[in-house]
């Protein structure tokens, strides 16, 4: 009996340190996202939920005082205009898509539609939209 309680304990042990190393490891990194991120961080065009048939025919970096935007040119599917794709994306006037686990910080969407095509700004710093 004395030998299954050591067990026992030993592997609860194991439990909490294993535990206690992975919040650790997050925290940390959670903590290096929060202190080294610069202002040319900025959101991958992959984490703006686009419909099919959409099509990225543009992507460059734009950069100012106070932080750098993803500026993503796109081309709507067939039979959607650029204010459409907008309105679907929940774009217009301003899109947040919340982070996840590996990266919590909030995606910031801007759209702005042309003739042909609409025209995303994307970023990590911009404020909450007060209409």
Known sequence: ???STATRRTIAWAVAALTAGVLL??????GWLST??????????????????SEVIGEELSCSSGGCTAVIEVLPP????PAELAAALGAAPRLEIPGNLLDPRTINVRASA????????ADYFSHQYTP
């Open 36 to 53: 080294m991120a610069t202002e040319g961080d900025v959101p991958p065009v992959s984490s703006i939920p686009l419909p099919a048939g």
């Open 1 to 3: 009996m004395a030998d």
């Open 25 to 30: 490891v997050y925290l940390l990194w959670i």
């Open 78 to 81: 067939d039979g959607m205009s």
């Open 114 to 121: 042309g003739e042909e095509t609409l025209t995303l700004l």
